[in-house]
Structure formats: C-alpha cells, structure tokens
T-cell receptor, first 115, second 111 residues
Framework: EADIYQTPRYLVIGTGKKITLECSQTMGHDKMYWYQQDPGMELHLIHYSYGVNSTEKGDLSSESTVSRIRTEHFPLTLESARPSHTSQYLC??????????????FGPGTRLLVL | QKEVEQDPGPLSVPEGAIVSLNCTYSNSAFQYFMWYRQYSRKGPELLMYTYSSGNKEDGRFTAQVDKSSKYISLFIRDSQPSDSATYLCAIKKGSNYQLIWGAGTKLIIKP
C-alpha cells in the first residue's frame, strides 16, 4: 500500500475562508501532483512538482497555490474559498526509474464543501 | 474532442461474468497505457500497465491495447463483488510524467 497521506479527509467551510490541504509521502518520490475530481468526470491536474522548489500549474485553471519546500510535503492552499471550489482533491506522487517512474500513487483524497 | 474517451457507466453484471471495460484515445503517438481502480472514498490505485500493443495478463485481469484502432480494454474474468469500483484508464502524455485520464467507468458486480 502506498504511503501517501492527506488531511483533512473531509472539510466543510464557509465562503471566504483560507484553507490548506495537506499532503505528505514517505516514499522519497521526487514528483508530486494535485488533482481535482468531480463525480463522473476525469481527473484534472491542477498543480505538479518535479522536485523541491519546483512547482507548475496543470491543465485545469485553479485559484489555488502550492509549495514544495521539502521532498515529502506538498500542501495546497486556497486563499479565499468559494462554492465553486467544492470538489474532491487528490494528491499523488511518483518516482524511481523505468516503469516504476510512470506509476502515480494516490492519497485517499480530501472532500471539500464550501458553503 | 477529448484526448481519452471512456463510458462512465454504470455497468452492472452478475457475479462470475466476464467484464469488458474500454477507452479510446485520439493521439497515435501515445505509448503508455494504464488502468487504475478506485474504490468509493479512496484514491485510485494502479491495476495494470502496458507499453505496447497486445495483451498483458495478471491473474483475473487482462489489459489489451490495439494501437491501430487507438483502443484499450480491460477484461475481468470470474468477476467478484469486491471488483465493484470505478475503473479509470490513463495514458502517459509525451515525454513528461503527466497522465491524461478517462472519466472512469463505474462497475457493479451483483452477488
């Protein structure tokens, strides 16, 4: 089983609040990703990082920001939550050589509801 | 047009049936094809990984790639209620590490 953790698992919060979704992995992977997943829809990449101090925006426009100060930690922050941010957020990591490098390991996800 | 198309289902079959799950893709340059399984309230987990055309078998699961038709399939033999989950196809995009995802097919195996 993959060692990647996300907290909180569920979050209900009011509009305008600042929130940080935590993601940590203990596998020493250099690459980490944040996805947004809505019911019946494909995963959309919102941020990714290929190493410490490296972050990029993904294909889906997002008002969130990320940081990668340590290899194992990749938090996602929303400065001002809105109802349109309601979704499931999945964190993933990958690393290694050859075939293993293609495998992304996922955390359990954070379900966010903004009222 | 989406780069990867997948029927969202749900697909409901009786226990013991053979299940066929499929995705089509648009770019003939794609080379790495994956199937992930996602249980309710969990993150996706890698099930099968294929690089070339043909079949790859792992226990009750067989992944098939037809590059000429740009079509990938996952077959589940002797399906079990524990196979009930959403199955997502994913394709590696170019030389970077990003994946393009299908919408996932929800599979229900009835006891």
């Amino acid at each position: 089983e993959a060692d990647i953790y996300q907290t909180p698992r569920y979050l209900v919060i009011g509009t305008g609040k600042k929130i940080t979704l935590e993601c940590s992995q203990t596998m020493g992977h250099d690459k980490m990703y944040w996805y947004q997943q809505d019911p019946g829809m494909e995963l959309h990449l919102i941020h990714y990082s290929y190493g410490v101090n490296s972050t990029e925006k993904g294909d889906l426009s997002s008002e969130s920001t990320v940081s990668r100060i340590r290899t194992e930690h990749f938090p996602l922050t929303l400065e001002s939550a809105r109802p349109s941010h309601t979704s499931q957020y999945l964190c993933a990591s990958s690393g290694g050589w050859g075939r293993a490098e293609e495998t992304q390991y996922f955390g359990p996800g954070t379900r966010l509801l903004v009222l | 047009q989406k780069e990867v198309e997948q029927d969202p289902g749900p697909l409901s079959v009786p226990e013991g049936a053979i299940v066929s799950l499929n995705c089509t893709y648009s770019n003939s340059a794609f080379q790495y094809f994956m199937w992930y399984r996602q249980y309710s309230r969990k993150g996706p987990e890698l099930l099968m990984y294929t690089y070339s055309s043909g079949n790859k078998e792992d226990g009750r699961f067989t992944a098939q790639v037809d590059k000429s038709s740009k079509y990938i399939s996952l077959f589940i033999r002797d399906s079990q209620p524990s196979d009930s989950a959403t199955y997502l196809c994913a394709i590696k995009k170019g030389s970077n590490y990003q994946l393009i995802w299908g919408a996932g097919t929800k599979l229900i195996i009835k006891p």
